[in-house]
Structure formats: structure tokens, C-alpha cells
């Protein structure tokens, strides 16, 4: 199971930290990435972080504004989104990959997925 929270509402200009928690696995063997979905548009990648936390890979939109961390022992996995845009208003959802390959990241094929958290930036 995983399980969003941090969302909400923010001015342009803003910062929010988002979170992610797993349950019911072994947090440390996945790959843990974060997608958005803004009303009428397709789902997009934002950003992933491999199992050692020394790769990311982040969408050209928000590269130098946010930034993907994670904690194994605490199995959460966090998105810091700074300078935020109107155009950064979705919904967030975290998703996890398992991975034999440490420093792994990708952009799709995920197997575990939260209901995701509603950020929404204003003008």
C-alpha cells in the first residue's frame, strides 16, 4: 500500500514537500518515482530515485525545481517542489518499481501505486 500526503494549496512562487509511505513490502528494493495528472491531460512522469539514492531522473518541466529524496527506514519516499507554477496544478501520485539493480531509475512500467494528493497552484 502506498499512501500520499502534502498536498495542497499554494501561491505561484510557493514551496510544498510531498510524502509517500509504503507498507506491505520491502521499500528499499523499488525504485520510488512521483507522476502528475492535471485536469484533461494525460499522466506524466515527474521524477525517480533509484534504490541507492544515487540516481535520479527528473521531467524537463520541473528539473532545478523540485527534488525526489527518500528514506528506507522509515520506507517513505519525498518530493520537494520549490518555485512552484499554475502550471505544476494536478495531482500527485507516487509509484514504486521493483528493481534488482540498485542504481536503476525509470519513467514508467511501475507496479505499486498511491491514490495520489491534489496540488493545486494559484496565480
Known amino acids: 500500500q502506498v499512501v500520499e500526503s502534502g498536498g495542497g494549496l499554494v501561491q505561484a512562487g510557493g514551496s510544498l514537500r510531498l510524502s509517500c509511505v509504503a507498507s506491505?513490502?520491502?521499500?528499499?528494493?523499488?525504485?520510488v518515482a512521483w507522476f502528475r495528472q492535471a485536469p484533461g491531460k494525460e499522466r506524466e512522469f515527474v521524477g525517480a530515485i533509484s534504490r541507492s539514492g544515487q540516481s535520479t531522473l527528473y521531467a524537463s518541466s520541473v528539473k532545478g525545481r523540485f527534488t525526489i529524496s527518500r528514506d528506507d527506514a522509515k520506507n517513505t519516499g519525498n518530493l520537494q517542489m520549490n518555485s512552484l507554477e499554475p502550471e505544476d496544478t494536478a495531482i500527485y501520485s507516487c509509484?514504486?518499481?521493483?528493481?534488482?539493480?540498485?542504481?536503476?531509475?525509470?519513467?514508467?512500467?511501475?507496479?505499486?501505486w498511491g491514490q495520489g494528493t491534489q496540488v493545486t497552484v494559484s496565480s
Open positions: 509509484a514504486l518499481r521493483w528493481t534488482s539493480d540498485k542504481d536503476e531509475v525509470a519513467v514508467d512500467k511501475y507496479d505499486y
Open positions: 506491505g513490502g520491502t521499500f528499499s528494493a523499488h525504485v
